[in-house]
């Protein structure tokens, strides 16, 4: 049997270990891009490794915020920005959302408190997690921050199941203070719909006894593997809920190799096996602004963000073949543009292949920009790609200097260097 594993509303259960007086209250997580990392007199700014996965971000901290109170969403003007990223129960009750904005939150719900994100107590936490689940459990994987599988098949009977995941519940609460819900099932596809029944702080198993009642009644958005497109393709043919979905098998099969194996994971027929070796497969790094019209002040902005993840990267010990930067403008617009090369990766190219990708992607040169985003991936560890002997010779003079400043980086902060672009 499988089982899944996740933290009810994480980020405020962790800032409810910090601080006990926000128990039984509605409190959210208010999340606001760190833009920190532009100030001309950044300092001291290091990059977080700790537990991260292939799904685990790596924060890049510019410095730890001491105070958390609504104060910090206020941008230059005082106006309040940012989005909630987590709330509480006791917030949901008044219709508080992730995604939502705080202005909006504040309005349904006035006397909720926002509090800052605590990225680094986080990755603390979950890593915390998951060496207490590694002792417990044969198999486990980690999915996100605060989601995990697991294997608990000849280490459990089935009969032995239910007691032991409620036990797992309480003392995962008891040794950590987190409260996790647990859900369980013959596929992990399953159990992680046994964990929505279970929340909050409960625990589940689906078996063949409760399959159709539980399965049947959702809605075909709550199964993990059903997309945006997936589900338009099922609306269409008036497929809502899980249980229309398993009675048409031929329609099904008919729409496709991707369906096929749907309709297989939702009868809990197919199943992915635990991977206790999950490995990064890509990397990057994002920044969301007040609007910005000065591309003089974007490219700068940029070189940035290139020099931190060109760090990352480093560190990584990675060679990506391929990146992407993703812009966003005022008036719900992007662009994007995409570029593979299989060479040799430091520091002043990746710069340079930034650089480029901006003055291709820039595709709305009268609009604001308020968001970018890069990414490498497809490392070559991972992919076939050969890297290229173009400028092969070029290249391998360049990496002890690479290797030179990343070693100052690493010891002295990220700010420690810097190129022309950004002064
Ligand atoms: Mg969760």
């Known amino acids: 049997m499988k089982i899944h594993i996740d933290i009810d509303c994480f980020f405020v259960s962790a800032a409810r270990i910090l601080d006990s007086s926000l128990e039984h209250k509605a409190v959210a997580i208010g999340g606001r891009s760190d833009t920190k990392i532009f100030e001309k007199d950044a300092r001291n700014q290091t990059v977080d490794f700790k537990n991260s996965g292939n799904f685990v971000p790596i924060f890049y901290k510019a410095y730890e915020k001491k ?45 909720l408190i926002v509090k800052s994100p605590n990225m680094s107590f986080y ?36 009969k032995e199941l239910p007691s032991f995941i409620d036990e797992l519940r309480h003392n995962i609460k008891k040794e950590l203070k987190l409260p996790v819900s647990i859900g369980a099932a013959k596929t992990r596809y399953i159990a992680k719909m046994a964990t929505n029944y279970a929340k909050p702080f409960g625990s589940k198993v689906i078996d063949t006894y409760n399959f159709d009642e539980c399965i049947n009644p959702l809605k075909v958005e709550k199964f993990t593997g059903i997309g945006k497109k997936m589900q338009q393709r099922l609306h269409a043919v008036q497929i809502t809920t899980l249980g229309e979905l398993r009675k048409h098998k031929g329609m099904l099969y008919a729409m496709g190799p991707y369906a096929k194996e749907i309709y297989k994971r939702v009868n809990g027929e197919s199943d992915t096996p635990i991977n206790i070796h999950v490995r990064r497969k890509s990397i990057g790094i994002s920044r969301t602004f007040t609007p910005l019209y000065q591309r003089n002040e974007v490219l700068r902005r940029i070189h940035i963000l290139a020099r931190h993840l060109s760090f990352a990267v480093s560190k990584l010990r990675v060679i990506p073949t391929s990146f992407q930067m993703h812009i966003g403008y005022e008036m719900q617009q992007k662009s994007h543009f995409s570029f593979s090369q299989a060479e040799l990766f430091y520091e002043k190219k990746f710069h340079d292949i930034c650089v480029e990708m901006f003055h291709k992607a820039d595709k709305y040169k009268r609009l604001h920009i308020i968001r970018i985003s890069i990414h490498c991936g497809h490392f070559t560890r991972d992919s076939k790609r050969e890297l290229s002997l173009l400028n092969f010779n070029e290249d391998i003079k360049m990496l002890p200097l690479n290797q030179l400043s990343q070693q100052l980086r690493a010891k002295y902060g990220l700010d420690i260097l810097k190129w022309g672009g950004e002064l």
């Open 123 to 158: 990755q603390e936490l979950s890593h915390k997690l998951h060496l207490f689940l590694m002792k417990h459990i044969p198999l486990v994987e980690q999915a996100s921050i605060d989601e995990f599988y697991g294997d608990v098949s000849g280490w459990v009977s089935d």
């Open 67 to 111: 105070d958390d109170t609504l104060q910090n969403f206020r941008d230059e003007k005082g106006q309040l920005r940012g989005v909630i990223t987590t709330s509480s129960y006791e917030a949901r009750a008044y219709g508080v959302k992730t995604a939502m904005s705080i202005q909006e939150a504040l309005f349904l719900c006035p006397q």
